[in-house]
């Protein structure tokens, strides 16, 4: 009959529902172990008020997804209920798949759902002396709680999707914050491993290179939470904030040096070796170089009136019309026009 009630299309019936089951739990006795059952999956060996709890587990992971605000809010306080009663050798098997649809809300457009979806978070990795913190931590840090809501998550900024992996950059920074900031107040900093602490800091330098300002903010925040937490958090972040020190002054540095952004020189061009100013200049149709050639109509070098290359120190014949070409070797080598009635000899 509850499950019924929990997929009825009536939304007011969904969450009178789930509230009414959070009553019975909350007046109950607390876990039992199912009569008879000598094997199975060790979730459906335990009981909540008659209902098995992986059966708790399966009503509630599409009871977190559901898009009526009433009824994710009657959810969450549920899922934070069950943590507390299960024993914590179950617990962390009961709450993994569930994360996934309760931190995806993260991006819901309520902010009732929002803020619900961080109090929810905040309330379990307390539970147990902050015993589930780590594990959140975890998942929101690898990007596991996204992967069947929200395309694969990416720090440096670029879009896919619409630009829902980069929406989920920020508030995943914001919730790591809170966690850290939370365990620091409980005195649990040492509850974390260093393998968490690394997977942390190296998703905060990712989003330290995000093109969006505000996340950058909360990158650095995270770094900031964890160097006050003190311990190996704080050596751990140390350790990330030098990198980036260094990365920054690398990238300066090859900003600043000189002729990174010129083109090379491949070789010398006639009439474009720059003045005493260092401009390089190339003469257009019909301007007249130093040397005294001009371009003709055709694009090439043509000899002026007095029949002389100057700066070749040859002097040819007054016959004038030649015109001055580079061949295929890269040499100069003149032509001879036709001339009507003059031939020279």
């Known amino acids: 009959a509850l499950t019924q009630a929990f997929a009825s299309k009536n939304w007011k019936a969904r969450a009178e529902s789930i509230a009414k089951l959070s009553s019975e739990l ?13 094997g199975g999956p060790l979730l459906s060996q335990y009981v909540l008020s008659g209902l098995r709890v992986s059966t708790l587990q399966e009503q509630l992971s599409g009871l977190l997804a ?5 009824v994710f809010v009657a959810a969450s306080d549920l899922l934070s209920l069950i943590c507390a009663q299960l024993p914590l050798y179950i617990a962390p098997l009961f709450l993994e798949p569930l994360l996934p649809p309760l931190v995806a809300r993260l991006l819901d457009t309520s902010n009732k759902v929002r803020s619900k979806a961080v109090e929810t978070t905040m ?9 589930l913190s780590e594990m959140l931590a975890q998942c929101v840090a690898s990007g596991s709680a996204w992967c069947s809501n929200q395309p694969p998550p990416t720090p440096g900024g670029s879009l896919e999707r619409n630009g829902e992996s980069d929406r989920s950059t920020r508030p995943r920074l914001q919730l790591l914050v809170k966690l850290v900031g939370r365990l620091h107040d409980r005195d649990s900093v040492a509850r974390w491993s260093d393998e968490t602490w690394k997977s942390l800091c190296e998703y905060s330098t990712k989003a330290a290179e995000n093109k969006n300002g505000d996340v950058r903010k909360e990158a650095a925040a995270l770094l900031q939470a964890m160097l006050a937490a003190g311990g190996r958090a704080e050596q751990i972040a140390e350790h990330a904030c030098n990198q980036l020190k260094e990365l920054a002054e690398a990238k300066a540095k090859q900003k600043l040096r000189p002729g990174t952004s010129m083109r090379p ?17 190339r003469p257009g149709t019909g301007a007249k170089t130093d040397s005294g050639l001009s371009m003709n109509g055709t694009g090439k070098l043509s000899l002026n009136g007095t029949g002389k290359l100057s700066n070749l120190g040859g002097t040819l014949g007054s016959t004038g019309g030649f015109t001055l070409n580079l061949n295929s070797t890269g040499r100069l080598s003149t032509a001879n026009r036709s001339r009507a009635g003059n031939t020279g000899s």
């Open 26 to 38: 909350a007046s109950g006795d607390g876990v039992k172990e199912a009569s008879g059952e000598d």
């Open 66 to 70: 559901d898009t009526v605000t009433a």
């Open 123 to 131: 309330e379990v990795a307390e539970l147990h002396g902050c015993a």
């Open 265 to 281: 020189m491949t070789g010398a061009r006639l009439g474009t070796a720059g003045g005493a100013g260092g401009a390089a200049s």
